[in-house]
T-cell receptor, first 113, second 111 residues
Framework: KAGVTQTPRYLIKTRGQQVTLSCSPI?????VSWYQQTPGQGLQFLFE???????NKGNFPGRFSGRQFSNSRSEMNVSTLELGDSALYLC????????????FGPGTRLTVT | QKEVEQNSGPLSVPEGAIASLNCTYS??????FFWYRQYSGKSPELIMS????GDKEDGRFTAQLNKASQYVSLLIRDSQPSDSATYLC???????????FGTGTSLTVIP
């Protein structure tokens, strides 16, 4: 079974721009969660989608948004990028939610200059 | 108090020894517990999940859960240099659908 895929793997953007990241979960998994990882803050939860509905949200500003499509693929968008948004963005898929085993994709490394 | 706490280490053990990693959590009603391994520059990899009190073994790894004391641990037997990584503890609570990662413990296995 193919694992979780994320595209692109690397991105360089400038302040004020917006970015869209994509995640394809493991086949059959209906839950996709997004995390931000930085050296200073560790892994922080952004949001979780299940069957196209946002089911849970972390403590991030409204510039961070996401969606999930009917095939369970998910995208996250960050608008008006700030330098502090530079991080590794990880998505994880699971059968039914964060209470189940989650499998991570390789991540998207975003650098904001 | 953080929801999930781990000793950041670094923890160093000689090759062949048992590495013991500990994690405490604050929400008494947490129900699902996970250990992830993360190599430098890579994404987290699921090692173990545990849902009920006691021990769960998978190869060289044993997860131990004690809900009364609110801690979960990971034992790595016969540690190998390839086990050198950061180990992340994660906890989920159905009530409120809360999920938290610890900050991780850095493990170095010395050949």
């Amino acid at each position: 079974k193919a694992g979780v895929t994320q595209t692109p793997r690397y991105l360089i953007k400038t302040r004020g721009q917006q970015v869209t990241l994509s995640c394809s979960p493991i086949s059959g998994h209906r839950s996709v969660s997004w995390y931000q990882q930085t050296p200073g803050q560790g892994l922080q939860f952004l949001f979780e989608y299940f069957s196209e509905t946002q089911r849970n949200k972390g403590n991030f500003p409204g510039r961070f948004s996401g969606r999930q499509f009917s095939n369970s693929r998910s995208e996250m968008n960050v608008s008006t990028l700030e330098l502090g948004d530079s991080a590794l963005y990880l998505c994880a898929s699971s059968l039914a939610g964060q209470g189940y085993e989650q499998y991570f994709g390789p991540g998207t490394r975003l650098t904001v200059t | 108090q953080k929801e999930v706490e781990q000793n950041s280490g670094p923890l160093s053990v000689p090759e062949g020894a048992i590495a013991s990693l500990n994690c405490t959590y604050s929400d008494r009603v947490s129900q699902s517990f996970f250990w992830y391994r993360q190599y430098s520059g890579k994404s987290p990899e699921l090692i173990m999940s545990i849902y009920s009190n006691g021990d769960k073994e998978d190869g060289r790894f044993t997860a131990q859960l004690n809900k009364a004391s609110q801690y979960v641990s990971l034992l790595i037997r016969d540690s190998q240099p390839s086990d050198s990584a950061t180990y992340l503890c994660a906890v989920h609570t159905d009530t409120g659908n809360q999920f938290y990662f610890g900050t991780g413990t850095s493990l170095t296995v010395i050949p």
